[in-house]
C-alpha cells in the first residue's frame, strides 16, 4: 500500500507550514485512503489554517458532466469555505483570489494523460503564485497508468490551449508534482514550488499495483479502466463520433450509427494493434452525440496493458473510420475548450499535420517515427524532475 501526499503531509506536520494560511485545490476525489476529504484532514491536522478552496474543471463536486459547462463561485456547505471556481468565469485565478493564502495546496487525481485539465488548471496557478508571492505545494498521487510509458507527438506551439499548454506528449508518464515540476522549468514561470511525494510508488506501477482505492476525479472517468484507454479514445472528442458519453462505458465505447463491425473489423489488422481487442457492440447514448440513437460500435478490451498503446490503437481507428466512411464521418466544430476557431481535433492531437497526414493515408507507424525525437528530447527532460525509482 502506498502512502499519498496528503496523509504524508498531515502526519508529518512540516516546519514549512507552521502558521501559514492555507488554500487547497481540490475535488471530491482528493481523499485518503479511507475516503476522508482532504480538508477535512487538513482541518484536523493544522486547525484554523485553512482559508479558502479552489476547484478545477466538472465542479468541486464533479457535477459537471462535459466540456464547457461551467462551474459558479460556491460556499462548501461542510465546512462554510469559500471555493472559488476556476472553470467558470475564469481559468486562471485573479491575484485576489489568493490573497487570503500563504501557501497553495493542490491535491487533485491526474490520469497522465496532457488534455485532462487539471494539471493546467495547476500551471495556471503557479502562474498567479509567482506573481503574487504565494507558495505552491503539490500533494503527489499515482499516475494511474504508470510513470514509465510515454506516447505520442509533442504538442505544437501553435495549437497550445486548455488541454495543453506546454510541450509534452499524450502520454506523459510522470506524476501530478513531477509534471507540476517539469512545466515549472520548461515554461519558466519560476513559482516557489515544492512537492510532498508518495512513499512506496514505483513508475512501473498500474494503479490496481497500488492497493489504494479508486475514487472518479471526473464524471466520465469512472474506473481505473477508463484512464487506460483514455490518451487514445479521447480523440473522439474531436469528431462526432460518440466516445461514449451517456454511457455507462465513457470512453471504453465508441460508435456511430453508420458504422459496420465487419468492414471496420475486414480494414484493421490485429497486429498492429497489441495488447487488446475489440468487441463489437450496439449502444443507444442517453445524452450528447446521437442521443437516443442506435451506435454501431465496440468496447475497447484492454489484454494486456504493459503491451496495449492506447494512443497508436485510437489512431488507428480513426484513420480507418477516415477511409471507409468519408461522406458519414466528421469533425466536431469549435469551440472546445475556449477555443473559438481552431479545430477542436487539431488542439487534442496536438498538431493539424498530424491530422492532415492521417486524412492522406499515412501510415501511424510512419507518424510514429516522425515524432519518436520529438518523444527522445522530452524523455530525457522529464527525468530531470523524476521524483520516483523504478
Not at 344 to 371: F, H, N, Q, T
Request: proline share 7%.
Amino acid at each position: 500500500m502506498i502512502t499519498i501526499g496528503i496523509e504524508r503531509l498531515c502526519q508529518d506536520s512540516p516546519d514549512w507550514l507552521e502558521g501559514k494560511r492555507l488554500g487547497l485545490l481540490s475535488n471530491q476525489a482528493s481523499t485518503d485512503r479511507n475516503f476522508v476529504h482532504s480538508r477535512d484532514r487538513l482541518i484536523q491536522a493544522f486547525p484554523g489554517q485553512l482559508t479558502t478552496m479552489f476547484s478545477p474543471q466538472h465542479g468541486f463536486f464533479c457535477e459537471k458532466q462535459d466540456n464547457m459547462i461551467e462551474s459558479d463561485h460556491a460556499v462548501d456547505p461542510h465546512t462554510g469555505l469559500r471555493v472559488y471556481s476556476l472553470y467558470g468565469e475564469t481559468r486562471k485565478p485573479y491575484p485576489e483570489m489568493f490573497s487570503e493564502i500563504d501557501l497553495l495546496l493542490v491535491d487533485l487525481v491526474d490520469v497522465g494523460t496532457r488534455v485532462y485539465t487539471f494539471i493546467w488548471t495547476l500551471v495556471h496557478c503557479l502562474e498567479v503564485a509567482a506573481a503574487t508571492g504565494v507558495e505552491v505545494a503539490v500533494l503527489d498521487r499515482p499516475n494511474p497508468i504508470n510513470g514509465q510509458e510515454v506516447e505520442g507527438n509533442l504538442l505544437e506551439p501553435d495549437c497550445r490551449s486548455f488541454v495543453g499548454l506546454c510541450s509534452i506528449p499524450m502520454r506523459h508518464g510522470l506524476t501530478m508534482g513531477e509534471l507540476a515540476r517539469f512545466c515549472n522549468l520548461e515554461l519558466a514561470i519560476n513559482a516557489r514550488l515544492r512537492v510532498v511525494p508518495m512513499q512506496g510508488w514505483r513508475r512501473e506501477m498500474y494503479f490496481a499495483e497500488t492497493g489504494f482505492p479508486w475514487v472518479f476525479p471526473s464524471p466520465n472517468m469512472p474506473t481505473a479502466a477508463t484512464a487506460l484507454v483514455y490518451p487514445g479514445q479521447v480523440l473522439w472528442e474531436g469528431t462526432m463520433v460518440s466516445e461514449g458519453r451517456g454511457t455507462t462505458m465513457p470512453f471504453e465505447i465508441f460508435g456511430a450509427p453508420y458504422l459496420s463491425h465487419q468492414e471496420v473489423l475486414e480494414l484493421l489488422d490485429p497486429a498492429e494493434l497489441p495488447g487488446c481487442l475489440l468487441r463489437p457492440l450496439v449502444f443507444e447514448p442517453t445524452s450528447g452525440k446521437w442521443a437516443g440513437q442506435g451506435c454501431v460500435g465496440f468496447q475497447l478490451h484492454v489484454s494486456d496493458q504493459r503491451r496495449f498503446k492506447p494512443y497508436r490503437t485510437s489512431l488507428i481507428l480513426l484513420q480507418a473510420l477516415l477511409r471507409l466512411y468519408p461522406q458519414d464521418f466528421s469533425y466536431k466544430e469549435p469551440p472546445y475548450e475556449y477555443e473559438y476557431e481552431r479545430l477542436p481535433m487539431d488542439m487534442i492531437i496536438g498538431s493539424e499535420g498530424i491530422r492532415r497526414a492521417l486524412e492522406e493515408g499515412v501510415a501511424v507507424s510512419e507518424l510514429e517515427r516522425s515524432w519518436q525525437q520529438g518523444l527522445n528530447d522530452f524523455e530525457r527532460k522529464r527525468a530531470a524532475v523524476f521524483l520516483y525509482d523504478g
